[in-house]
């Protein structure tokens, strides 16, 4: 399985970006995936998760950003609005395939003035 993430880039306090996380591997089948972001001196941080049951959101994050998939498409995606300086990291795409945990490219997201 592979995970290629895409969608990040500069955007002023208070825009929006949509991140892009595509899987490949023809055995696979997306169940869980989710997304984390790491600012630099800081550790991983969740941000969202979706699967069968549902979504789930970092506290840091409720209520700006939404998470979403295609099952078809083997993609999930990051709606980030309302964006804030500390929303500034890399972000990675993360899934999981019989018992194994994988992890994409990071995009890097800046919110700056």
């Known amino acids: 399985v592979q995970l290629q993430a895409s969608g990040g880039g500069l955007v002023t306090p208070g825009g929006s970006l949509r991140l892009s996380c595509a899987a490949s591997?023809?055995?696979?089948?997306?169940?869980?995936m989710a997304w984390y972001r790491q600012a630099p001196g800081k550790q991983r941080e969740f941000v969202a998760i979706?699967?069968?049951?549902?979504?789930n959101y970092g506290d840091s994050v409720k209520g700006r950003f939404t998470i979403s998939g295609d099952n078809a498409k083997k993609t999930v995606y990051l709606q980030m609005n309302s964006l804030k300086p500390e929303d500034t990291a890399a972000y990675y795409c993360?899934?999981?395939?019989?018992?194994?945990?994988?992890w994409g490219n990071g995009t890097q997201v800046t919110v700056s003035s």
């Open positions: 591997g023809s055995a696979f089948s997306p169940v869980v």
């Open positions: 993360y899934t999981v395939h019989n018992g194994v945990s994988y």
């Open positions: 979706i699967s069968s049951g549902g979504t």
